[in-house]
């Protein structure tokens, strides 16, 4: 069974940072390209990040380029998100997907807020 | 960024309606789109991919067509199980764009 665990997530201040993290099981993990995808409160689905199979290729959203860092290790499964000077406009439930035509394999998301 | 479009953005139906969304890019992008549902308080799940290519497990109602910049998801004859939020997503670029949801509601 193709599981994706994400944890990490949780209250933050503006300004403030978190590393959230992604476990995968059941499928070739260090075969698939894996994303991050968010879920502002009552809204659509907004694409974060990208990290092709073997690190070769990292690619952000205009929203959070400088701020977030996309990386995996894939002898332990993992996938990671570290972000930093965090604002409101972040608060969001953060979805990993591990895609190949498409995003195939999803986590059950992990809520992020930022506020005072 | 290529933007997508999907129409309508709600509709109401029955059980047993043929139900069709659809979707435009901003430019094209060949059969790089995919379809996803999406219920309440759970993630995403894939349907459609390659524009029309159903993905594993999926119920043969779903279908995809279109290239370039056109595109419709059909639901032949919909289910109680299928009222959710449906969306496209172009994956023709690195920069993934989604659609901004059609919410397929209960008559």
């Known amino acids: 069974e193709v599981q994706l665990v994400e944890s990490g997530g949780g209250l933050v201040k503006p300004g403030g940072s978190l590393r959230l993290s992604c476990i995968a099981s059941?499928?070739?993990?260090?075969?698939?390209?894996m994303n991050w995808v968010r879920q502002a409160p009552g809204k659509g689905l907004e694409w974060v990040s990208s990290?092709?199979?073997?690190?070769?290729?990292?690619y952000y959203a205009d929203s959070v380029k400088g701020r977030f860092t996309i990386s995996r290790d894939n002898a332990k499964n993992s996938l990671y998100l570290q972000m930093i000077s965090l604002r409101a406009e972040d608060t969001a439930v953060y979805y990993c997907?591990?895609?190949?035509?498409?995003?195939?394999?999803w986590g059950q998301g992990t809520l992020v807020t930022v506020s005072s | 960024d290529i933007q997508m479009t999907q129409s309508p953005s709600s509709v109401s139906a029955s059980v047993g309606d043929r139900v069709t969304i659809t979707c435009r890019a901003s430019?094209?992008?060949?059969?790089?789109l995919a379809w996803y549902q999406q219920k309440p308080g759970r993630a995403p799940k894939l349907l459609i991919y390659?524009?029309?290519s159903l993905q594993s497990g999926v119920p043969s109602r779903f279908s995809g067509t279109g290239s370039g910049t056109d595109f419709t998801l059909t639901i032949s004859s919909l289910q109680p199980e299928d009222f959710a939020t449906y969306y496209c997503?172009?994956?023709?670029?690195?920069?993934?764009?989604f659609g901004q949801g059609t919410k397929v509601e209960i008559k």
């Open positions: 997907a591990g895609s190949d035509a498409a995003a195939g394999y």
């Open positions: 990290i092709s199979s073997s690190n070769s290729y990292i």
């Open positions: 997503q172009q994956a023709n670029s690195f920069a993934w764009t």
């Open positions: 059941g499928f070739s993990f260090s075969s698939y390209t």
């Open positions: 430019r094209g992008i060949s059969t790089w």
């Open positions: 390659a524009a029309s």
